[in-house]
Structures are given as C-alpha cells and as structure tokens.
C-alpha cells in the first residue's frame, strides 16, 4: 500500500459506550484488498458464532476499496452484518455518495459495534465523529423528510452520504433497507432492521481527503482509457439510454418475466410498464452515483391529485430500475404505471426493499385467493392483483403491524408461508424474496448457491440466456462451474470496489493496472486467490450460523411455470447444488 | 483572449463529479481536496444539481477584499491567486457569492479556477465547457 493512503486507517464506533476510535489495518487490506475482501474478514473478527442478527452484538461494517476516489465507476460501499432476514451472512452493496464520501472522509472500513439506549444518529466528518440526538426524527412517517432534515441540519453538501432508516427498519422489517442519499440503498438482507435494532436513525459521512497514487505521469492516461471505455463503450450504453428498465420487453419475450407470483413468465401490460414507455411519458431526470459519469439512476415523474381538492397537485420524482419495476409491476398484476410508481415510491418513503416487499404481497394475495388466510389476517384488506392502491395500505401494515399476519409478512414469506401454508408458491431461496428473472435453471441454481442469494452474485439469468441463444442444454455440473466461476470473479470486483454494471469494463488487465496505480501490485494470480478465498471465507460464515444448502427449500413454483430454458426437475437442481458445495 | 469554464447548462448535470475529479488530477493526484469546481445538489438530488466554479468576473469581488493582493486580476477577467502571498484570512470567501473560491482543507488555503479547461471533456453531458469571454 502506498505510505499516505487513508484506506488503511479502519473507523470504529461503539454506540454502547459511546465512544470512537482509528486503528491501522494495512494487515486487512493487504490480504482483502477492501469491500467484500476486508468486510467478510472483519465479519469473522467483529461477530460472535451464534449473534442474534438484531442484538448488539452483530456489527455494521461498512468497507470500500482502492479505486473508490480515483477512478470512475468505483463507487459503491460494501455492507456486512449477520442478517436478519436469512439468519446467516448479510452483505448489500450500495453506491449514492457513501463510496467516495467514506475513502475520502480518511478510511477503508467502518466497524460500529453495540447499541444505543437512545435513538441517536452519527456524523463521521473526515476524523470527527459526532453523536446526535435523532430522538425528534425517530418515528417520521417519511424517510425523505429525514433526509431533508440532516441535509439543511448537517454540512459537506456535494460530498457526503446521508445513510438512514424509515419505520421499516425502526419496527425492524427483515427487509428494512439502509436508503443512500435518496433512491438508492443498501436493499436486501435487512441492514435496516440491524440499524433499527440499535436505535440508530442515521449516519452522515462526509470528507474531501486528496489521495496518492503510485505514479502521477501514469495516473491521467490509463484514468482516460477507463473513463473512454465507460462512457463510449456498447456495453454501458442501456444504461446510459433505458437504464436496466430495458431488460422488461426482452424478458417478457422469452416469458422471462415472472408474473403474478410466477403464475407465468410473461405479463399482458409488460409493454405499459416497459423502459421505453417510461422513457417516453415518465423520465424526468437522470442522476449518478459519485464518480459514475454513467447517469443510470432514472427518475420517473409523477403527478398526482389530491383527492379532494380539484386542481391541486404535487409531483414526485420516483426511481426506477428492472427491480423495482417487476415487484410492483408484473409481479403485482400491475400494468397502470401511476399505481406502479407509488408502490414504488411508498417502500422509498417506509424504507422497505421494494424487491422483498413485492414477493411478499405476491405471496399474501395469491394466498388469499385460496383462502389460506382471509381479511381478519389482512386487517380487512382484500388482496388482488392489479390492485395498488390496496397494496399500498397493505404495505403500510408491514410497517405499523396491526395482525399477526402482518408481523410474519413483515419477517418475509419464507417465514410467513412457515405460518400460514403456501410454501409451494413462496417464491424465496435461502430465505430471500425472488429477483426478476425466470429464465431457466441457471437463474434459479444462482439465487440458490450465490452466498447472497442474489441475482448479482453469479447472474445465472446471463448463463441461461446465452444457452438458449446457442441452442445448448446445460448440465448440473456444468452451470454449478461456471456459477462458481463468475461468483469467485465478482468477489474481485466488489473488493475494488466497482459497480458492477462496469464489470465489462474492468477485465482483468484494467484491473491489474489501476490496482498498480493504487499501490497495489497484484497479479492475475493474486486476485484468482482472492476471489476464491473470499467466496470461501463467506461461504464458511454462513455455514457457521446454521445454513446448509442441501437443506434448502426449492417453491415448487418455478418447476410449474415454464421457463424460457426448460428447468428439468428438483433432482437436477439439487445435484446442482451438491456440485457447487463441493467445488467451493 | 481570456477564457474561462462556463456552465452551459446545470439541468444536464447528472452530479457524476467526474469534472472534480479532472480538476484534482490535473496535479497528478486522486480524490478531492484540490478541486476547484464544485457540484453539490440542488436541495436534495431530485432537484438537480448545481456547478460552482469561478465565473471570471470582470470586476472580481474577492480582489477587492483580499489584504495582501494574492489575488491578481487577470486580463480580460478573473484572477489569479498567489498562494504565497496568502495569508489565508478567508475574505475572499465570504466576498464570492457563488461560493466560487474554495478551500483545501489540506493546505488549508483557498483556491480556485485556473481557467484551464482541463475538467471540461469530463463531463459526458456538455453542462460544461472552457469559452472566450
């Protein structure tokens, strides 16, 4: 590492006893080089076999890498806790300011370990950290009205992060997210409720640190060759253009689009719902991460009337991704994209993972169309698809609560089907809520085996795709060897850390040649290592909490809704699986 | 004739900082405390952006209130700062509206636009570019 680079310098903060300190961590960045590298191995130091995931003892960590700060499309911040949600290894990635704002606020990793005894919100500016009372927001209907506050309350506008909670994550909702400025988080996997469980409404990071590099004359050329390759190359260009909406009309081609709790792959309004229609009649603004000149972040806007009072109106800007489009679009029955985007918009202001909460109300509505349960669990709501205006109030309760029904909703549908039957049509693996994606077995074999259960980790949807494309069939051995293969490779990328809509762009060449810039001389050896050991290591954590992926329920769902890849049987996933344990 | 980097247009700014992090690799280095352009939310992202950078004024503000003339006026417009002279008072910060002259709270001097355009090609969305005045 380069002697006058911050990143080795580890920020810790005990809400218990209310007290802050820097250690040096060269060892950890060295070995992890930063993100998920440094974050799995301060996992394994911070958290005690066994924690209860909402107990002081789980610990928030916060790490970044060694190109967040010099080169483009390094702007994400890697989360680590033990989840509530799935009771084992929590990891969300989010990008916003916090990448740029935490590498130059001075540090690599932020550790925050206990509880406090009050709700309190903390302000790290540069080598200052601050307590503050957030018992006056604590309790705010909207997170963006908290959001507004410590912006006009807080300095370092332009290069802070404001991180904070909704009532999701105060009411501890397993999928409570962690909202990054406004419109983009720490979604999956409850940090929200980690952070709500320690009373700690928010966190503002802010810093304009100036960093090293290895050699000045080399920095600006080989900075110009990435930043070229990100803003002129194909690859970036649906980002730039659609954003990941372009991936709705394709899907829904292939019957690829799960629909209505994954009754079918293909949604009749896919089309009013679609990236291109949005871009037409919604897009009215188009914002970045810090250090992305990508701009994929659409904004949607939206007028809405006051339902008594003609001619009075307000206008929201609203996100939108795939994402978010196929939970509280297809998934929902949702082809009326006003009731689309106010789904959208109330996870935002509770501070739910909108992905989750889409799979939920899926789950809830097709198991009251069978009688499952029935408007005394639903507080007197009737369920249906295409109904938004109903989902919203649903929404609502997950938050505030008022049945039991609404308390196991709010603990995910792996949980609630436990409870109330339907386990066949609870679309979750490894106890996480379905991504957007139906496209064979590779998709599903990822949201299996990917330690996160996330698309992300291995995009088997991408394996399944090229697949069909060349007329091939897999076998289980062979997608379990390329997932694992893709899986070890993103341990890299999310170790730098880059966004991963960049990972065409930073081969393994690029990669090796930033690194150097960054003080880091690695080879492609050195990062193969990494990769695999990372993946390794937080395979070993999740183990260690209690999973076992042999022993993971498979909905019967996606074996009764064709794919687009044909998915043979549960005996073909589960030698899958098998395949993947054992080449790990 | 003198230039200088005019904000053509702050509504296409998408707040990606790539023009700050130009201006601070202009001097060989990475992340921020040298930038002298500056992008921060218009209240809140879903407001937009707003770019701060010197605008070159003919009769600068800040000259007329720095005490040891380490802001020299620059022909056709702007300035130039001498940090050597600068006792850094913080006058001239207070004196810009915009909040144009920044500070380098490494340095812990002001600094601010050299009018040399290097951050301009950065931005993917032409909210900026170097002009003749």
Redesign the interface.
């Known amino acids: 590492m380069l002697p006058d680079d911050p990143l080795r310098r580890v920020l810790y903060i005990d809400l218990t006893r209310r007290r802050s300190w820097t250690e040096e961590r060269a060892d950890l960045f060295e070995a992890g080089l930063g993100g998920t590298g440094v974050g799995i191995r301060l996992l394994e130091e911070e958290c005690p076999p066994g924690a209860d995931p909402l107990g002081p003892q789980n610990p928030i960590i916060l790490s970044v890498g060694p190109l967040v700060g010099l080169f483009p499309l390094a702007s994400k911040t890697v989360a680590m806790f033990k989840s509530p949600h799935t009771g084992n290894l929590g990891e969300s990635h989010a990008g916003g300011r916090s990448a740029v704002a935490l590498r130059l606020a001075g540090y690599g990793a932020i550790v925050i370990r206990g509880a406090s005894t009050m709700p309190i919100y903390l302000v790290v500016d540069g080598d200052h950290v601050h307590f503050r009372d957030a018992s006056a927001l604590w309790g705010m209907s909207s997170s963006f009205t908290v959001g507004t506050v410590l912006r006009n309350r807080e300095s370092g506008s332009g290069t802070r992060s404001i991180l904070r909670i909704g009532r999701a994550g105060e009411r501890q909702v397993t999928y409570a997210t962690v909202i990054a400025e406004t419109y983009r988080h720490f979604g999956r996997l409850g940090l929200g409720a980690v952070f709500g469980s320690k009373q700690l409404k928010a966190l503002v990071i802010a810093g304009r640190h100036s960093l090293p590099v290895a050699d000045r004359k080399l920095y600006r050329p080989v900075y110009e060759e990435i930043f070229q390759a990100a803003t002129q190359s194909p690859l970036m260009k649906k980002y730039h253009e659609l954003g990941t909406a372009m991936n709705i009309l394709p899907l829904n081609e292939v019957r690829a689009l799960p629909t209505r709790n994954l009754q079918a792959g293909s949604f009749e309004h896919a089309e009013a719902i679609s990236g291109e229609r949005l871009a037409a009649e919604y897009l009215g603004r188009r914002v970045a991460c810090a250090h992305c000149p990508v701009a994929c972040i659409h904004l949607a806007a939206l007028r809405t009337p006051y339902p008594h009072d003609q001619y009075f109106y307000k206008t929201s800007m609203i996100g939108y991704d795939h994402e978010p489009i196929y939970a509280t679009g297809s998934m929902l029955g949702i082809g009326d994209v006003p009731g689309m985007l106010r789904l959208m918009d109330e996870a935002e202001v509770q501070g739910l993972d909108v992905m989750s909460t889409g799979v939920v109300l899926a789950w809830a509505t097709e198991a009251f169309q069978r009688g499952l349960i029935t408007t005394k669990e639903t507080d007197g709501l009737a369920l249906a698809f295409g109904d938004a205006p109903t989902y919203i109030a649903a929404m609502q309760r997950i938050v505030s609560q008022p049945t039991e029904f609404y308390q196991a909703l709010g603990r995910g549908v792996e949980h609630a089907a436990a409870l109330y039957g339907g386990a066949e049509f609870a679309l979750a693996f490894g106890r996480h809520e379905m991504p957007g994606y139906h496209t064979g077995p590779a998709c599903h074999l990822g949201y299996l085996t990917g330690a996160r259960h996330s698309h992300l980790d291995s995009a088997g949807y991408h394996l399944d795709q090229t697949t069909a494309s060349k007329g091939e069939t897999l076998t289980p051995e062979g997608i379990a060897a390329a997932l694992l293969q893709e899986e070890r490779w993103r341990q890299v990328l999310t170790s730098l850390v880059i966004c991963l809509f960049a990972r065409g762009v930073y081969t393994t060449e690029t990669v090796l040649k930033a690194l150097a810039l960054a003080g880091f001389n690695w080879t492609a050896d050195d990062l193969a290592r990494l990769g695999a050991e990372t993946l390794k290591r937080k395979n070993a954590f999740k183990t260690r909490e209690g999973f076992d992926l042999a022993q993971v329920r498979i909905p019967r769902r996606i074996l009764e809704t064709p794919a687009p890849l044909s998915i043979p049987d549960e005996a073909f996933l589960r030698q899958a699986m098998a395949s993947f344990t054992a080449g790990l | 004739m003198a230039k200088r980097l005019s904000v053509l247009d702050h509504e296409r700014c ?5 023009c700050m ?1 130009a201006c ?2 202009r001097l ?7 930038s002298c352009i ?4 218009a ?4 407001r ?2 707003v770019v701060v950078v010197c605008r070159a004024c003919a009769d600068p503000p800040c000259a007329r209130v720095c005490p040891t003339d380490a802001l020299h006026l620059r022909e056709g417009g702007g300035v130039r700062l001498r940090p050597e002279l600068c006792i850094a008072c913080g006058n001239c910060v207070a004196a810009c509206p915009f909040g144009a002259m920044l500070w380098n ?2 340095t812990d001097k002001p600094q601010v636009c050299i009018y040399c355009g290097y951050c301009a090609p ?1 931005c ?2 032409d909210v900026i570019a170097l002009e003749e005045l």
Not at chain 2, 14 to 18: H, I, L, M, R
Not at chain 2, 28 to 34: K, M, N, Q, T, Y
């Open positions: 998408v707040g990606c900082q790539s992090f601070t690799r060989g280095e990475g992340g921020l405390a040298s500056w992008v921060h939310s209240g809140g992202i879903r937009g952006f709270d490494e950065y993917p969305y």
